[in-house]
T-cell receptor, first 111, second 116 residues
Framework: TQLLEQSPQFLSIQEGENLTVYCNSS?????LQWYRQEPGEGPVLLVT?????EVKKLKRLTFQFGDARKDSSLHITAAQPGDTGLYLC???????????FGDGTTLTVKP | DAGVIQSPRHEVTEMGQEVTLRCKPI?????LFWYRQTMMRGLELLIY????????DSGMPEDRFSAKMPNASFSTLKIQPSEPRDSAVYFC??????????????FGDGTRLSIL
């Protein structure tokens, strides 16, 4: 069974601070996705990382895929209240057609 | 482009009643997923379809839950009879799968279900 563990589970910071959240596994994934879910809405895809060591940037968000494709991180620079939400990582199960989701990191950015 | 469309957005009903949740996937997507999300258990996969055929229903809690996909543009999740512990947010997601693998899933906004 491929599992994804996310840490921290909860994170509360002040506007302007930087933060990093993590998504770790003992299994290799062909790719990993990061989603953000805001209250009352479904998860929205932010990015997919595919190549080991890959770094992708989305404005103030930087996503990195581990060299061994077993882990990923999301770094937010100068967090804003609009970044508040549940951040989920997910990876496709090998040959199964479905994905494994982590339990998420709930981020609160206070103004 | 229209995303995944779910209805209703909210449902409140009494224990024992039948509940039907509906989903319209993104056009061209051939995989459809039903999830349940709660604070305690996070996002749980209930069942998924590929090309309208149920592939894995191991996450369906019990026989009270059933799902159908009569065509590529419509799916239902039915709970009969409903119980208070079924209260949760139910999400539908769709993606495209080909021989290279599965593309990322796109989620609807969910149905918030409350069973009294």
């Amino acid at each position: 069974t491929q599992l994804l563990e996310q840490s921290p589970q909860f994170l509360s910071i002040q506007e302007g601070e930087n933060l990093t959240v993590y998504c770790n596994s003992s299994s290799v994934f062909s790719s990993l996705q990061w989603y953000r879910q805001e209250p009352g809405e479904g998860p929205v895809l932010l990015v997919t990382v595919v190549t080991g060591g890959e770094v992708k940037k989305l404005k103030r968000l930087t996503f990195q895929f581990g060299d061994a494709r077993k882990d990923s991180s999301l770094h937010i620079t100068a967090a804003q209240p609009g970044d508040t939400g549940l951040y989920l990582c997910a990876g496709p199960n090998t040959n199964a057609g479905k994905s494994t989701f982590g339990d998420g990191t709930t981020l609160t950015v206070k103004p | 482009d229209a995303g995944v469309i779910q209805s209703p957005r909210h449902e409140v009903t009494e224990m024992g009643q039948e509940v039907t949740l509906r989903c319209k996937p993104i056009s061209g997507h051939n995989s459809l997923f039903w999830y349940r999300q709660t604070m305690m258990r996070g996002l749980e996969l209930l069942i998924y379809f590929n090309n309208n055929v149920p592939i894995d229903d191991s996450g369906m809690p019990e026989d009270r839950f059933s799902a159908k996909m009569p065509n590529a543009s419509f799916s239902t999740l039915k709970i009969q009879p409903s119980e208070p512990r079924d209260s949760a947010v139910y999400f539908c997601a769709s993606s495209h799968r080909d021989r290279r693998g599965s593309q990322p899933q796109h989620f609807g906004d969910g149905t918030r279900l409350s069973i009294l």
